[in-house]
Structures are given as C-alpha cells and as structure tokens.
C-alpha cells in the first residue's frame, strides 16, 4: 500500500465546475505540500500546510491531520488549471518529502 | 535568477553507456535532491545533498552516483545504463527543511531530463 494515495487518478470537468482532489496518507507528517505539474514537465509549489485551511486565488487546501487526509478544491475551473496535481508529506522521521502518484485534470472549455 | 537549471533536456542512451546528469541552482539552498519520475507513479528520491561534500541515498539509489563539491552544483552519474533506468529525471533544492517550524520550505525544481535507455 502506497504511503500517499491520491483520488481520484484523472479528472475531467467543464470550465467553471468547483473541483475537488483527495489525499490520504498513513505515516506520521511534518507537512503536506501540494504541488503542481504541467504538461510541459515544470513542478511548481502550490500550498504547504500542516493544519487547517489555504486559500490562493482560486485555490484552497485543507488538511484534516487526526484524518490524515488532505483536499485541494479549485473554484470556477479553467481550462488553464489543466495539469498534475500532486500531494506528498514531509515525513516527520526524516523531513523527506513522499508523493502521491499525482491527479490529471482536464478542464474543458 | 535563472532559480534550478538541468541539462541535458533529452538524451539517449544505449545499455552499458554512461553519463551525468547537470543540475545547478543559483539560490543558495543548502540541500538538492535527485527525483525520477516513471508513468503512473510519483516522484521518487534517488540521492540527495545537505550541503557541500555531503550526499546521501534515497528510496532509489542503485544504478546512480552523486557528488556535490560546491552549493550550486549536484550532478547525477549514470554507471552501465540500463532500460530501467528509462526515466524523467528531475533535480531539486530547497532551505533546509528542518529549520522550518515542521512545514518544511518549498523545493523549487528544474525543468527535467528525459532520459531513454535502449
């Protein structure tokens, strides 16, 4: 069993759905960092966050810790949203950084 | 700042030859880190460094070999290709994470090689 798992796998929504991405995780954490990968390749770091609720733009984390489970909402979708989302945990052992396999969403115009 | 930089973008090789992967980073981080990403699966550490004339391994470490003799530089050697080491590379760095009050720092990534073994 993965460390991080991530649901759903691929996402596809029409533009200005809200969106919701899941990830559990099963070891003890630092932080939950979410990032960013698009088709081009580049990651990018989007929130990290250890208890409670983020909010940028048009995106938000949560993070449920007694849970262990975490959620990156995007409001009002944009085909430019397309992308890998990716969950990973600072592990609290080691402060190494562990990742989901990620979430392909696909934002239809 | 050009932030992490890697090259080459693309290259292949055939079984049995060897390379180095070159990454650089231009913020003055302290620690840098070797992922391969497969299809399907996430990133996975391969070696990482804490500093200059420290390297240790990862999750996945055999096949590669690391140094790192200043702060901006931390190439990644491949000894004997092999197909399973076919693979997107990517090289990060970041502010220790450890010195962070327990939320880490943002790692900031390079482009990524695409590497194919054949």
């Known amino acids: 069993k993965n460390e991080v798992e991530q649901s759903p796998q691929n996402l596809t929504a029409q533009e200005g759905e809200f969106i919701t991405i899941n990830c559990s995780y099963s070891?003890?954490?630092?932080?939950l960092h979410w990032l960013q990968q698009h088709p081009g390749g580049g990651i990018v770091s989007l929130f990290m966050?250890?208890?409670g609720k983020k909010k940028h733009g048009r995106l938000i984390a949560t993070i449920n810790i007694q849970e262990k489970h975490s959620s990156l909402h995007i409001t009002a979708s944009h085909p430019r949203d397309s992308a890998v989302y990716i969950c990973?945990?600072?592990?609290?052992?080691?402060?190494?950084?562990?990742f989901g396999k990620g979430t392909l969403l696909t934002v239809n115009p | 700042n050009a932030g992490v930089t890697q090259t080459p973008k693309f290259r292949i090789l055939k079984i049995g030859q060897s390379m180095t992967l070159q990454c650089a980073q231009d913020?003055?981080?302290?620690?840098m880190y070797w992922y391969r990403q497969d299809p399907g699966m996430g990133l996975k550490l391969i070696y990482y460094?804490?500093?200059?004339?420290?390297?240790d391994k990862g999750e996945v470490p055999n096949g590669y070999n690391v140094s790192r003799s200043t702060t901006e530089d931390f190439p990644l050697r491949l000894e004997l290709a092999a197909p399973s080491q076919t693979s997107v590379y990517f090289c990060?760095?970041?502010?220790?994470?450890?010195?962070?009050?327990?939320?880490?720092?943002?790692?900031?990534f390079g482009p990524g090689t695409r590497l194919t073994v054949t």
């Open positions: 990060a760095s970041s502010y220790d994470p450890t010195l962070a009050g327990g939320l880490g720092y943002e790692q900031y």
């Open positions: 070891v003890g954490i630092s932080a």
């Open positions: 966050l250890s208890s």
């Open positions: 990973a945990v600072l592990t609290s052992s080691n402060y190494k950084l562990t």
């Open positions: 913020m003055n981080h302290n620690y």
């Open positions: 460094s804490v500093g200059a004339g420290i390297t």
